[in-house]
């Protein structure tokens, strides 16, 4: 299965990636993961990398390509892809080398995204994502999955937001209408509770599988 989730920025794309990929065996391959990554492990790609996300800018087309293309055509037999495409021109490049079965697009009311974003905590060792008050781990401040300290994303305060939004409402929105001229999108509601949406993405997902 090869799907993209679209959503802006705290909507609960890694959120549902991670449901998704363990209830179906596909591996979830977030962007911005592999971008921090790189940063972290201060390769030159990640260090460029590093000075747009915390500006809450995009990184150019030529270094994510250079770093996501790859890892997704090794996954040949599929995947869930989380932040990228974020713009027209790399869902056309991602059209020259992968055809893709559906598009989820999980829409959130602007309002939400603010809270959701600055009381969010991530695991730096294993990639779990929790919220202080949506979501908390069931010890405060530990991942429930390794025990590793949780960590707040250096673009998850209030400024770097507010221009995360902007830039996905000029660069990123625009390819809800490109793939839904496509035929393949579907809209989900992501204004509810985390396993509420993760029901209706599984039900679009189980009739994607039947062939509808
Ligand atoms: P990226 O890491 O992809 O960030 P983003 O798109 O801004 O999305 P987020 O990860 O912030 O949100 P999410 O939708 O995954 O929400 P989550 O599930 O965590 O990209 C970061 C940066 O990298 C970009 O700004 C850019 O610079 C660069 N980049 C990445 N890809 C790129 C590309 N293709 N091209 C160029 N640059 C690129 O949930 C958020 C919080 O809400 C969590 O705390 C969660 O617990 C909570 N939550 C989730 N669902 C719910 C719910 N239903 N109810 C209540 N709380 C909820
Ligand atoms: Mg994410």
Known sequence: MKIVLLGAPGAGKGTQA????ERYGVPHLSAGDILRNAASARTPEGMEAAG??????????????????SEIQRLKKGFI???FPRTIPQAESLGTFTE???VINIEV???LLLKRLT???SCPKCGAVYHILNNPPSTEGLCDKCGTELIQRKDDNEETV???????VSLTQPLIEYYKKKGILR??????????????????LDLILLGE
């Open 52 to 69: 747009y996300m915390d500006q809450g800018k995009l990184v150019p087309n030529e270094v994510v390509l250079s770093i996501v293309k």
């Open 81 to 83: 892809l989380d932040g």
């Open 100 to 102: 893709l079965d559906t």
């Open 119 to 121: 009381g969010r905590r």
């Open 109 to 111: 009311d602007f309002a």
């Open 18 to 21: 991670k449901r998704i990929s």
């Open 162 to 168: 507010k221009k995360r939004i902007d830039t996905y």
């Open 187 to 204: 809209n989900v509601n992501g204004n509810g509770k985390i396993d509420q949406i993760f029901q209706e993405i599984a039900e679009l």
